[in-house]
């Protein structure tokens, strides 16, 4: 006989495996953890054709975060500002393809929080090494405002800052950790947000190292 908390198919000291942190914006924990190897192999073959690389900031500092794509398009900056581009500037190259494993995950996570239909077309893929952040900031370079942003976290885990729609709001703390899944849409869409500095440790798959794939619909 069950004596106890199986009705939300947990066993009875486990945490929950869905966080709503906003109307939309719903992390799933653990969704690719039993697949990191297989998502890992995939991250190694994009960036032996498109190298992490420190991409300069519009108004001339270097980013923490080394970063490469995969996709259609791939979010770029430099001087002239952020966009979106079909080439990778240190290649000339277009970006690689988006591994239909990357295209399976970000559908099956953005239904699951009821966002039918995300197709993709661009793929952020960020390196974290420990002391590395990624100060608040918006992402509103995508012209698709309804689409959601799927975010993959794997490796050492982070400390995830999620304020406002306006920079003044405090922004309230989420843990990330290897194989959460992440969707942000609906209002939420819009929000400051950002990565306080890693933390020293070593993760079994990765070593010292964080990495988080963002699907985002682009174009
Ligand atoms: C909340 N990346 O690449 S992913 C980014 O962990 C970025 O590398 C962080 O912010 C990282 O732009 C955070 C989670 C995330 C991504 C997009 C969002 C959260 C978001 C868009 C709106 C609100
Ligand atoms: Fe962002």
């Keep these: 006989m069950m004596l106890t908390g199986d009705l939300f198919g947990e066993s009875p000291d486990s945490k929950p495996q869905q966080l709503c942190l906003a109307e939309g914006a719903l992390i799933l924990c653990g969704f690719v953890r039993e697949i990191d190897n297989l998502l890992l192999s995939e991250i190694e073959t994009i960036v ?3 190298p992490f690389r420190h991409m300069i ?5 270097r980013m923490s975060v ?5 996709g259609s398009v791939g979010w770029v900056s430099d001087r002239r500002g952020y966009r979106y581009a079909a080439c990778d500037p240190d290649s000339g190259r277009p970006w690689p393809t988006m591994p239909a ?3 399976d995950i970000a559908k099956r996570a953005a239904a699951g929080a009821g966002f039918e239909n995300f197709v993709p077309d661009a ?3 960020n390196l974290y090494e420990p002391g590395t952040r990624l100060s608040l900031h918006q992402d509103k370079n995508e012209h698709d405002a309804g689409a959601p942003i799927v975010s993959v976290s794997l490796g050492l885990p982070a400390i995830f800052l999620f304020g406002g729609a306006k920079r003044n709001i405090r922004p309230q703390r989420y843990p990330l950790e290897h194989g959460d899944v992440v969707v942000w849409g609906g209002p939420a869409r819009f929000n400051f947000h950002g990565i306080l500095p890693i933390a020293e440790g070593s993760q079994p798959l990765l070593g ?3 990495i988080n794939l963002t699907f985002r619909k682009a174009l």
């Design 48 to 50: 032996l054709k498109a």
């Design 57 to 61: 900031t519009p108004g001339g500092y």
């Design 66 to 70: 080394a970063m490469s794509n995969c």
């Design 101 to 103: 494993l990357f295209l």
């Design 123 to 125: 793929c952020l893929i």
């Design 208 to 210: 010292s190292r964080r």
